[in-house]
């Protein structure tokens, strides 16, 4: 900086007295410009027009420059290199997408294929399998970073695209690129889209209309996961006709009236469907919808479809699927013996069954670690001081166990000053897209979530995943750390335990140790915890206190106790029960409600 201290403080409106203090103003000048030259600056300086604050003092550049044009333009120009350094020094670093001759090739993926011999050929590249008339849908990949065809995504292509028609099984760690694994065969698969096949009918130039009806459903367990395939797909569709559909409330109405049209299946003329169990179920009960020409089934996330929370809407819609030529695709990065037997009854020849790494095994790209400390106050302090250390860099996800958990450690953070969101079921669905589209745009740097976050959902660069809540299987702790990592990047979890979680640390060392991760010794050393607690612990998550290490609020209790009761009452009235009637009190027939609730 060519001016001195004692240049900027006159040029703020301060004098300074160089005779009287000769001797202190010869100490800054040493190595300096001539007394003359110096004197000189300061006199010219001294000029600077009324109202002017140079940026070298305008350290929160808020004022107005005013004055002459010719000291406009300078300060424009001085300022403008000072706005573009100090943006350079806040936001991060964004490097520019490599060509294709630099990018690396994929990561190393260990694949094992079983099942009814014999085995369908795995693909080694997009050449083997994707039509080269079509070149939009390679520009597309290219567009969108992919490069290489990945191990798991060969592997299920070459038998979703055998000869043989043959349902698969996948069970791959987080990140390993199972999404793209269906959906491209899925789009060679498709071929022309049904609307174009049938008009081509139409006009005469075709023997068949086509496929028609709903060709493919892509179900998933939550809105939040079925958003984001259905924007993959229709990254992969630019270019094309293919008509894809995420049903949602906005959508059911157009989907009803257009199976209901006389025209039926030619009316409803969908390619790809992204639904959500819930939805789709509603429809396929009320024979609203029907399956019977649907082509291809995959189920992502099966694991949880086929866990008791799902299956009663699930078994009805795979039930509803009857064409013969029907193929199925249930994929997950975990899959317990129940949910896989099941899967096994309901694929042709009970599937091929791909395996990439161990199965149930969490990602070797994620750096882990468990931390114990003691106590509610304890995990927040950690927190606190994890923040402090630089150790959690955004973007960070932080995962509780409970909506009201999520909200009170939400405040706690906003009242630190950091930018974080907060993603959870008693949030509306605009809200909940709200925090994740800010949390992807990097407007928030920390999201606090639920268990609803944990499956699926791919943010690009998630650096730490932290686990405030100890989580409460081995299944959850997978996908919880399956957020970062991806793709073949480096991530770090971080995990919390009290004294209340210390009977179920050993499960997740042994992961932890299984993915190479370093681990203390008495951590694998503890006593295994025996089947009816981890029964009872997956059942129901350990009760702690109030984020902080407070008592519970008996305000707080109160006020959700009477929301319990007001949901109750408009439950039996949407039901039309009469208490009365029925011989149960009031206080009683509420108090069941609210244990029920609970």
């Not at 069954?353 to 161990?358: C, E, K, T």
């Not at 606090?448 to 702790?477: H, W």
Request: hydrophobic share 35%; glycine share 8%; aromatic share 6%.
């Amino acid at each position: 900086m060519s001016s001195s201290a004692f240049q900027l403080l006159s040029m703020g409106g301060t004098s300074f007295n160089k005779k009287k203090f000769g001797r202190e103003h010869a100490l800054f000048n040493k190595g300096d410009a001539s007394a003359k030259g110096m004197n000189h600056l300061i006199s010219e300086s001294s000029t600077a027009e009324p109202g002017h604050l140079p940026s070298e003092l305008d350290f929160f550049a808020s004022v107005e420059h005013t004055g002459s044009k010719s000291f406009q333009s300078k300060s424009n120009k001085r300022k403008r290199n000072d706005e573009g350094t100090s943006r350079q020094a806040r936001l991060p670093i964004r490097t520019p997408s490599p060509e294709p001759e630099d990018v690396a090739g994929p990561p190393v993926q260990k694949i094992s294929l079983s099942g009814p011999e014999p085995l369908p050929k795995s693909f080694k590249t997009f050449e083997e399998f994707l039509p080269t008339s079509d070149e939009s849908l390679k520009k597309n990949l290219r567009k969108h970073g992919v490069h290489h065809l990945w191990g798991v995504q060969g592997a299920v292509a070459g038998t979703l695209m055998d000869e043989s028609k043959r349902d698969v099984m996948v069970i791959a760690p987080t990140g390993s690129g199972k999404t793209l694994s269906y959906l491209l065969p899925l789009m060679v698969r498709l071929g022309r889209p049904c609307r174009s096949a049938f008009k081509l009918f139409k006009n005469g130039d075709a023997p068949t209309p086509g496929e028609q009806g709903i060709r493919a459903i892509i179900v998933l367990p939550t809105h939040e996961l079925a958003l984001q395939i259905h924007n993959e797909v229709l990254k992969l569709c630019e270019g094309h006709a293919w008509r894809t559909m995420l049903l949602e409330k906005a959508t059911e109405k157009a989907v009803i009236d257009s199976a209901k049209s006389e025209e039926g299946s030619v009316a409803l003329g969908l390619d790809i469907l992204v639904a959500t169990p819930e939805r789709l179920h509603k429809l396929v009960s009320s024979e609203t919808l029907p399956l019977h020409e649907t082509r291809y089934l995959l189920l992502d996330e099966a694991d949880r479809l086929l866990g008791s929370d799902f299956l009663p809407q699930v078994e009805p819609i795979v039930k509803a699927c009857v064409h013969p030529a029907l193929q199925k695709a249930f994929l997950s990065a975990t899959m317990e013996a129940g949910p896989e037997a099941l899967a096994k009854t309901w694929l042709r020849d009970e599937g091929v069954r791909i395996v990439v790494g161990l199965k149930d095994a969490a990602t070797t790209t994620v750096e882990q670690r468990l931390q114990f400390c003691g106590s509610e106050i304890g995990k927040l302090l950690a927190l606190r001081n994890d923040i402090a250390a630089g150790q959690l860099p955004p973007p960070a996800l932080i995962f509780v166990q409970s909506i009201e958990r999520a909200d009170d450690l939400y405040k706690e953070l906003v009242l630190d000053g950091l930018r974080v969101g907060v993603v959870h079921s008693n949030r509306t669905k605009a809200k909940r897209e709200e925090a994740v589209r800010d949390f992807r745009e990097g407007k928030t740097w920390v999201l606090i979530v639920t268990e609803l976050m944990a499956r699926g959902l791919d943010f690009k660069g998630v650096e730490v995943v932290v686990n405030y809540d100890f989580p409460q299987t081995v299944q959850s702790y997978i996908h919880r750390i399956g957020r970062t990592g991806r793709a073949g990047r480096s991530g770090k979890a971080i995990t919390y335990f009290t004294l209340e979680d210390g009977p179920y640390v050993r499960t997740i060392a042994n992961v932890m140790k299984t993915a190479g991760a370093n681990v203390e010794p008495w951590m694998l050393n503890m006593p295994k915890p025996s089947k009816n607690m981890k029964k009872a612990r997956k059942m129901k998550p350990v009760e702690r206190k109030e984020v902080g290490g407070g008592g519970k609020n008996p305000i707080k209790g109160d006020v959700k106790r009477k929301h319990a009761i007001i949901e109750a009452s408009k439950k039996r009235k949407s039901k039309g029960v009469d208490t009365k009637k029925s011989g149960v009190s009031k206080e009683a027939d509420s108090q069941l409600q609210v244990d029920l609730d609970e």
